[in-house]
């Protein structure tokens, strides 16, 4: 143990920081103010919250910490924030996005897993990887029927011309027959000479000589009548079309059954890669529920850099930045120091070797009182000794008597009145 000689000696906060947001932006609100206290926020801590995923309870769709709930839970810790309302828009909307999948798909995964595999796995005999393997031969037969039907009437050529034939057969046939009958009677008065009598005046009566005899005449008649119809119409039309664009119909058969072959390939391909992850659903669909559950973390944290908060407890000693004010990322808005453990910085000629972990004795008059003060620390750095014997030292103390600090912060010693012990 020996007595070192005091050539400087300061104090320095051991955690200081000067903090910043990670995004540019305008200062939206400041909540604190010099000398006021800053609450130590674990980052880690609530990171590792959100990356667990946690849900509502009794309602696995629904994420917890929208940009309401992440403002509840830092609002203790909060020193100032930026402007964020698209964050917390988008933040929002990823939240409901995830709620609507989850109901969609993920809230059903097993009955969804079991009618993939029904309808797409290449083992089930009805299913569309079958059904394309079927659709293609079928295009192939019909592809060489109609290549057979073209070769054997000759149609292989340049068409240039076509007939279209409309033959037309009407055929209508009618009858109708009436028949008719009337009967007529006529009766006539004659005298005895034969003359027809005339009739009676109105209101009058004939008056005769019935003594005399009087003729009857009575005539009859009857008819009968019948028509009936007949007819047939036969057509025969022939049209003939030419068109100045030909066609060569049995290479059109066989371009666009090649077509639909590249189109069925392409489809039994995008088939075969698609059943690729059958048997490992149930993972891929928990692989796609984490993917966007990891785009809502990243728009939680993204909200989360717009709030100004401090990884260590201390006193805001600077501020930087007002209300209204640009902001860049980095660039510092607060400074909050913690006065605590103190750092004491010292160059001291001292003739011995002084080691890290040496105990550091310093005895002073703090402000010129009659009443010394002692504060013994460690060293955490040292470096010199040379010939002169000048040291570089750092000595870390405690700082705190009766819950309150001894030396403030950038306290420089008087060397006349300051003991170092080392």
Same mark, same amino acid.
């Given at each position: ?85 698209? &964050?917390? #828009? /988008?933040?929002?909307?990823? $939240?409901?996005?995830?709620?609507? *999948? %989850?109901?969609?798909? @993920? ?123 007949? &007819?047939? #119409? /036969?057509?025969?039309?022939? $049209?003939?079309?030419?068109?100045? *664009? %030909?066609?060569?119909? @049995? ?172």
């Amino acid at each position: 143990m020996g007595t070192a000689k005091v050539v400087s000696l300061s104090v320095r906060p051991l955690e200081i920081s000067h903090l910043c947001f990670e995004v540019d932006g305008i200062l939206g609100e400041s909540k604190t103010e010099l000398g006021a206290p800053a609450v130590a926020f674990d980052f880690a801590a609530f990171y590792a919250i959100l990356g667990a995923v946690p849900a509502v309870t009794g309602d696995p769709s629904r994420l917890l910490y929208n940009f309401s709930e992440i403002q509840a839970f830092v609002s203790q810790f909060s020193l100032a924030a930026l402007r964020a309302e698209a &964050g917390k #828009a /988008f933040l929002n909307k990823a $939240i409901n996005a995830r709620q609507n *999948a %989850y109901f969609a798909k @993920y809230a059903n995964a097993t009955d969804i897993i079991l009618r993939m595999n029904k309808y797409y796995s290449p083992s089930v005999g009805d299913s569309k990887p079958t059904r394309l393997e079927i659709l293609s031969a079928i295009a192939n037969q019909q592809a060489a029927d109609l290549k057979t039907a073209y070769v054997n009437t000759g149609r292989l050529g340049v068409v240039k011309t076509t007939e279209s034939v409309l033959n037309s057969r009407t055929y209508s046939q009618g009858k109708s027959t009436e028949t008719g009958q009337s009967n007529e009677l006529e009766i006539a008065l004659s005298d005895i000479s034969g003359q027809v009598l005339s009739p009676p005046k109105d209101g009058a009566v004939w008056s005769t000589n019935w003594s005399e005899p009087v003729g009857v005449t009575l005539e009859e008649g009857t008819n009968l009548d019948t028509t009936g119809s007949k &007819g047939r #119409a /036969f057509e025969h039309q022939k $049209i003939v079309n030419t068109d100045y *664009a %030909y066609r060569i119909p @049995y290479f059109e058969s066989q371009a666009q059954n090649e077509r639909a072959q590249i189109s069925l390939i392409d489809q039994q391909f995008s088939q075969f890669m698609f059943g690729q992850n059958l048997p490992n659903l149930e993972q891929v669909f928990k692989n796609e529920l984490n993917s966007i559950d990891s785009d809502v973390y990243r728009l939680q944290i993204a909200f989360l850099n717009t709030i100004l908060i401090s990884p260590i407890r201390g006193t805001v000693t600077g501020i930087y930045k007002n209300p209204g004010d640009a902001v860049k990322a980095g660039e510092p808005v607060i400074r909050v120091e913690n006065s605590e453990v103190i750092l004491l910085v010292a160059t001291l000629i001292y003739a011995a070797r002084i080691s890290i972990g040496s105990v550091v004795t310093v005895k002073t008059g703090l402000f010129d009182s009659s009443t010394s003060q002692l504060i013994i620390g460690r060293v955490v750095a040292a470096r010199g000794g040379s010939e002169d014997n000048q040291w570089e030292v750092i000595v870390r103390c405690d700082n705190t008597s009766g819950g309150h600090p001894i030396f403030p912060l950038g306290y420089h010693f008087d060397y006349d009145d300051t003991t170092v012990t080392i």
